[in-house]
């Protein structure tokens, strides 16, 4: 089943966009040329993961060294900071344990379809 979310050039101008799933929030989101579709309730405490920001994270690195990745591809919730992996939805901090649900999401003659599996969703 597939869900309209609106223009491609929409999108980007807004960089975001809330569609409802069955009663849930799913975020749509355009970064760069990139587009991703995620849960838009952090599992932390439900905040609303649009409000937040799309950034680069400090990641693995020696002993007292501080090193930026992932560029443009961390979702931070605006609550306390949660930060999730855009295309696997996982924690960045606990990718094991904790992530959100992500969907396929397309863009097919300037405009941006949610590609959704048949049947209800459940956990989106």
Same mark, same amino acid.
């Given at each position: 089943?597939d ?25 749509? #989101? ?11 309730r952090c599992p ?15 990641v ?12 443009e591809?961390? #979702? ?30 397309t ?5 941006v ?12």
């Amino acid at each position: 089943m597939d869900r309209w979310v609106g223009t491609l050039e929409d999108l980007r101008r807004e960089g975001c966009r809330v569609v409802d799933v069955d009663g849930r929030p799913v975020v749509v #989101l355009s970064v760069g040329d990139e587009l991703f579709a995620v849960s838009n309730r952090c599992p932390h405490m439900g905040a609303p993961l649009s409000a937040g920001t799309v950034g680069g994270t400090l990641v693995a690195s020696a002993p007292q060294q501080f090193v930026y990745g992932g560029h443009e591809r961390v #979702l931070r919730c605006p609550w306390h900071g949660w930060e999730f992996d855009l295309a696997s939805g996982r924690s960045v901090f606990e990718p094991r344990r904790v992530g959100l649900r992500v969907f396929s999401v397309t863009s097919e003659d300037g405009q941006v379809v949610l590609h959704l599996p048949d049947g209800p969703q459940e956990g989106a």
